[in-house]
């Protein structure tokens, strides 16, 4: 069996720096993701120490700083699989080509004593010498018998690395795109109900409130929006109606979406490993 021993030397030798590749982005995404994700936290616990004395805006700080933790949550469950699932599953990839490297070397070697044993039989044979039962025939023998061996399982390898790489790296990439179209499916259904909420808050509670903490009679009308301040937000408002609207439309539609895509991409990495 002919070999082409250089070209799969050059093969797995690629395959290591890519999937070093893999491993280093894999690595950064990680640790960039990870340590947003605690700043995060840190900046949304910050807003349980408002002190507000109307309690429907306490209400809405805490619900606010809530959800948003939990979406940080969702995503950082997402990004915990990098480090978890797919470095270590890369890191397989890295220690198969190595092996298979090894074993390209080791064919290598047997076939260049393979060369020099046949080289010095022929200058047996030349001197008039018998090699037919010699030590030499028999080690030449078993040299191609082991690299026939060998050259059978460097074969397979080398299929393997071309099934690995056209389809697990593919899984890592729906794996990476899965977890941020999550979370901002889950973003559409948590923070459409804590936008309505928010939205439907009168400011003025909080006036009267503040006004009669600090012993001042005036208050404003609860009930009463000026002509003016009606003019002002029209237009806000009904872009807000609107974007409620279609986050409500696509909210069950996004629910199903992710987790569809969650359970794919989750199931297609464990059945590939």
Same mark, same amino acid.
């Given at each position: 069996? *002919?070999?082409?021993?250089?070209?799969?030397?050059?093969?797995? $030798?690629?395959?290591?720096?890519?999937?070093?590749?893999?491993?280093?982005?894999?690595?950064?995404?990680?640790?960039?993701?990870?340590?947003?994700?605690?700043?995060?936290?840190?900046?949304?616990?910050?807003?349980?120490?408002?002190?507000?004395?109307?309690?429907?805006?306490?209400?809405?700080?805490?619900?606010?700083?809530?959800?948003?933790?939990?979406?940080?949550?969702?995503?950082?469950?997402?990004?915990?699989?990098?480090?978890?699932?797919?470095?270590?599953?890369? $890191?397989?990839?890295?220690?198969?080509?190595?092996?298979?490297?090894?074993?390209?070397?080791?064919?290598?070697?047997?076939?260049?004593?393979?060369?020099?044993?046949?080289?010095?039989?022929?200058?047996?044979?030349?001197?008039?010498?018998?090699?037919?039962?010699?030590?030499?025939?028999?080690?030449?023998?078993?040299?191609?018998?082991?690299?026939?061996?060998?050259?059978?399982?460097?074969?397979?390898?080398?299929?393997?690395?071309?099934?690995?790489?056209?389809?697990?790296?593919?899984?890592?990439?729906?794996?990476?795109?899965?977890?941020?179209?999550?979370?901002?499916?889950?973003?559409?259904?948590?923070?459409?109900?804590?936008?309505?909420?928010?939205? $439907?808050?009168?400011?003025?509670?909080?006036?009267?409130?503040?006004?009669?903490?600090?012993?001042?009679s005036q208050q404003v009308?609860?009930?009463?929006?000026?002509?003016? *301040?009606?003019?002002?937000?029209?237009?806000?408002?009904?872009? $807000?109606?609107?974007?409620?609207?279609?986050?409500t439309l696509t909210k069950?539609?996004?629910?199903?979406?992710?987790?569809?895509?969650?359970?794919? *991409?989750?199931?297609?990495i464990d059945d590939e490993?």
């Amino acid at each position: 069996m *002919s070999i082409p021993i250089s070209k799969f030397q050059a093969k797995t $030798e690629t395959e290591i720096k890519n999937y070093n590749v893999i491993k280093t982005v894999l690595s950064k995404l990680y640790d960039a993701e990870n340590d947003l994700f605690k700043k995060r936290n840190d900046a949304f616990d910050e807003i349980n120490n408002i002190i507000e004395e109307n309690p429907d805006l306490k209400t809405i700080y805490l619900n606010f700083s809530n959800q948003m933790k939990e979406l940080e949550k969702s995503k950082n469950e997402h990004v915990l699989k990098i480090k978890t699932k797919l470095i270590p599953t890369t $890191e397989d990839y890295i220690n198969q080509a190595k092996k298979t490297k090894q074993e390209i070397g080791n064919y290598k070697n047997i076939k260049n004593k393979t060369q020099d044993q046949e080289e010095e039989m022929k200058k047996m044979r030349s001197k008039g010498q018998d090699v037919k039962n010699s030590q030499i025939s028999m080690n030449i023998s078993q040299n191609k018998s082991t690299m026939q061996d060998l050259g059978k399982n460097i074969e397979d390898r080398i299929m393997k690395y071309e099934y690995d790489r056209a389809t697990n790296n593919k899984l890592i990439m729906l794996h990476l795109i899965n977890y941020e179209m999550a979370y901002h499916a889950n973003s559409i259904e948590k923070l459409t109900d804590l936008f309505k909420l928010i939205k $439907e808050t009168n400011p003025k509670k909080s006036i009267n409130q503040s006004m009669r903490s600090l012993g001042v009679s005036q208050q404003v009308d609860e009930g009463d929006e000026s002509e003016k *301040s009606e003019e002002n937000n029209e237009e806000e408002e009904e872009d $807000e109606d609107q974007s409620i609207k279609k986050s409500t439309l696509t909210k069950s539609r996004n629910k199903s979406l992710r987790k569809s895509k969650k359970e794919e *991409s989750e199931d297609e990495i464990d059945d590939e490993k």
